[in-house]
């Protein structure tokens, strides 16, 4: 027995311990790489009503394309601020 | 998590508390009792009935012990100074039961000092907490809050169906019994404070 051992519970501590060792090291091995939107400062969610049907479609047409419906809706929204931003310059 | 139950008087419901912490533990993941305990309660307990959890004396522990979540240690009434020392240091959390008389509340004291060396996160137990109109067991908590020492929110009742249960060999959640709700309700929300 090692010397410094000197009461009967101490290999158990040392072996809880070193199970308690294994558990610390997981968790840095798998953060995310990439933040989601939820947790990006940088993104707001909002609530918007779409008829029904337009977004089963909407839902449906992201996952054929394998994009997030956020992405699409602020694509759409982008491209029709410009287009109101041309239309008014014509005015002009 | 490691806890570890300790006091240095005995008959202040330690094991009873090792016992109702680990049952608590293993509703969250799988728990280890080690009844470090020469008098073999809690193994006697789980001989008598059944246990929810996992109880072994501190050899088989060694090689169980990486296989559980939660290990509850129940040691000695008076561990010698070289047990408190690997237990205190070793251990997440532990809890010191303590009734609310006077003889108890000195040996908890005297523990207290002793842990003060160690750098330990420990907590106070009431235990055996006489019912209304008694008032020694707020009284006691007072005491030990003006004293500055961490105690437990949750304090364990005197209630006869704690004797029932280890009579039966079950834990006092599984007892049928009017009060084993409340009896039991003690014990959780210790356990609740522990994982906060």
Redesign the interface.
Known sequence: MNKKK???????????????Q?DKLQPTEDQPISQSKSTDPAYIRTTIYLPKQLHRQLKAAAISQERQMSDIVAELIEQWLVAGQQSKEKID | M?ITVAAFKGGVGKSTTALHLATYLQNKADTLL?D?DLNRSALDWSNRGCLPFKVAD??D???L????EH?V?D?PARP?T??L???A???DLLVIPTTPDAIALAATLQMVNLLKQFKTNYRILLTLIPPNPNKAGEEARTSLEQAGIPIFKSGIRRLAVFQRAALEGVPVNVVKDSYAKIAWRCYAEAGKEILR
């Open positions: 000197t009461s009967r519970f101490d290999d158990l501590i040392d072996a809880a311990r070193s199970r308690q294994r | 490691i080690i470090g501190e050899k522990g060694v090689s012990a990486t296989l559980y290990i240690i040691t010698d070289n047990e020392k690997t237990i240091k070793g251990c």
